[in-house]
């Protein structure tokens, strides 16, 4: 069936570090790819999203680029800030299906 | 941005009790209503699926008589757990959207972790 794989954490970083979450994702057919982020006591928000294979999705300084040959979706940022510190799912979605991977706690420190 | 909450933020109650929690779209009309579960370390999973006015759909393996969901307005989706027992102690979530946002845009609440003792 349908899955998503991603690293474990947590992650600890210095801040400006580069960051790298890695997400896998098994798919019968073609699905769109998200990464969500969970900052402390607050729901998932939607940070970037791609809907097509060799497509890029970026946001605040995040990118993730759909790779179809690879079946990835890895998370990158060139630069950390202590305010990223949050936990990152990796989620990919047919319609109103979504399957999310388990999750990949960030801490930042200064 | 459309905001979800969630009532209340954690509830402990004993074996064999009910309890209740609530979602709200705080500024926003959700058609739509989903709840998920997540186990510690795991991933998201979802439960069911709610159209405003209408029966919820469960997921495979879910039992609808264990978790009754009611989705009475546009604005409030609750989530009941009946005869609750430890094993049920998880962190639910739920999300909301509108039929005129894009499939993928769920607004999702900040979750209530329940602990059955």
């Known amino acids: 069936g349908d899955s998503v794989t991603q690293m474990e954490g947590p992650v600890t970083l210095s801040e400006e570090a580069f960051l790298t979450i890695n997400c896998t994702y098994t798919a019968t057919g073609y699905p769109s790819l998200f990464w969500y982020v969970q900052y402390p006591g607050e729901g998932l928000q939607l940070l970037l999203k791609?809907?097509?294979?060799?497509d890029k999705g970026s946001n605040k300084g995040f990118e993730a680029t759909y790779r179809k040959e690879t079946t990835s979706f890895h998370l990158e940022k060139g630069s950390v800030q202590v305010s990223d510190s949050a936990v990152y799912f990796c989620?990919?979605?047919?319609?109103?299906?979504?399957?999310f991977g388990t999750g990949t706690s960030l801490t930042v420190i200064p | 941005g459309a905001v979800v909450s969630q009532h209340p933020s954690w509830v402990i109650c004993k074996s064999g009790t009910s309890v209740k929690i609530e979602c709200r779209s705080l500024d926003f009309q959700a058609t739509t209503m989903f709840w998920y579960r997540q186990f510690p370390k795991q991933s998201l999973m979802l439960m069911a699926t709610?159209?405003?006015?209408?029966?919820?759909?469960?997921e495979q393996g879910v039992e609808k008589d264990k978790f009754l969901i009611n989705h009475a307005s546009l604005t409030l989706s609750t989530l009941t757990v009946t005869s609750a027992h430890p094993e049920d102690s998880s962190f639910y979530i739920c999300s909301a959207r509108t039929d005129s946002s894009p499939y993928y845009e769920q607004y999702f609440g900040p979750g209530t972790r329940l602990t059955v003792t």
């Open positions: 709610s159209n405003e006015g209408s029966k919820a759909t469960y």
């Open positions: 989620a990919l979605s047919y319609g109103n299906q979504f399957y």
């Open positions: 791609a809907t097509k294979a060799d």
